[in-house]
């Protein structure tokens, strides 16, 4: 039977085929170099070919799965799908279009191994580095949305919900996504919602993160649909966490560069 994998990265891919070689690329001579046990999971929807791009670049490599379809269901739904395939001890998730580096996992991995349950990468503390800052007007429009979700659901204490560089111990990631429904880029608030209110311990991490100008927002239809989305995790109601899966109590002492490496 082979390893259980240290890491399983989720890699959520919506027509993606010219950036998704390049992030795999960094994604594997990061996890190569690290000595890890590893899994991906490129979970891709859309028609411009990023699935067959995907498996003729991974060839026979078993490490990889490719999900998905021509339809576009959600990053919401991708996810949650590579979750439920996933079997690593951690899980986690990054963007096709590598706006937060692979290796910024240096900061996020020894949290989970001091025993947190979540660590998401910010790009709102003081450590964090903005090299290339989104338009003006979509900067205005994140503000206009974190005071409306705050106001509805609070979080008050993670002013960065929507950065895509998210990891979790791999029995609370299984319970979180079970519990999930949105399918859309709500998904995050709802996973933080869920996690709150279930008494996971979150930390936070300053990463690197850099703008490409794309969007897939439709500014009237998205906006209008994300709000619908607050509204249904706030009134959704939130399921228990799944039984024998508990918030832990206290962090581990032992050193965060002791990481398990591949035998």
């Known amino acids: 039977m082979a390893a259980t994998p240290y890491l399983s990265l989720i890699i959520p891919a919506y027509n993606e085929v010219r950036s998704i070689g390049r992030t795999l690329d960094a994604a594997c001579a990061y996890l190569d170099a690290k000595g890890f046990v590893y899994e991906i999971i490129v979970c891709a929807d859309g028609t411009d070919g990023t699935r067959e791009?995907?498996?003729?670049?991974?060839?026979?490599?078993?490490?990889?799965?490719?999900?998905?379809?021509?339809?576009?269901?959600?990053?919401?739904?991708?996810?949650?799908?590579?979750?439920?395939?996933?079997?690593?001890?951690?899980?986690?998730?990054m963007d096709a279009d590598h706006k937060t580096p692979v290796d910024e996992l240096d900061h996020v991995l020894p949290w989970l191994e001091r025993g947190y349950d979540i660590v998401i990468g910010s790009r709102?503390?003081?450590?964090?580095?903005?090299?290339?800052?989104q338009p003006l007007h979509r900067r205005l429009g994140?503000?206009?949305?974190?005071?409306?979700?705050?106001?509805?659901?609070?979080?008050?204490?993670?002013?960065?919900?929507?950065?895509?560089?998210?990891?979790?111990r791999g029995e609370v990631a299984?319970?979180?996504?079970?519990?999930?429904?949105?399918?859309?880029?709500?998904?995050?608030?709802?996973?933080?919602h869920l996690a709150g209110r279930s008494g996971y311990r979150i930390q936070q991490v300053g990463v690197r993160?850099?703008?490409?100008?794309?969007?897939?927002?439709?500014?009237?239809?998205?906006?209008?649909r994300n709000l619908l989305d607050?509204?249904?995790?706030?009134?959704g109601g939130v399921a228990a966490p799944s039984e024998g899966v508990r918030p832990i109590e206290s962090v581990s002492s032992d050193s965060p560069a002791n990481l398990q490496r591949a035998a």
Not at 142 to 166: A, E, N, W, Y
């Open 142 to 168: 994140s503000k206009g949305f974190g005071v409306f979700m705050r106001l509805l659901l609070g979080l008050h204490g993670i002013p960065d919900t929507q950065c895509g560089f998210k990891f979790f």
């Open 53 to 93: 791009h995907v498996r003729d670049w991974a060839g026979d490599d078993r490490r990889f799965t490719v999900l998905g379809g021509p339809e576009r269901r959600g990053k919401g739904h991708g996810i949650r799908a590579g979750v439920h395939q996933s079997r690593g001890r951690f899980i986690g998730f």
């Open 174 to 192: 299984k319970d979180l996504f079970a519990r999930q429904r949105i399918d859309g880029y709500m998904f995050d608030v709802e996973i933080l």
């Open 124 to 133: 709102a503390l003081g450590e964090s580095r903005i090299e290339r800052r």
């Open 230 to 235: 607050l509204v249904r995790i706030r009134f």
């Open 209 to 224: 993160w850099r703008d490409d100008g794309d969007t897939r927002l439709q500014l009237f239809r998205g906006n209008l």
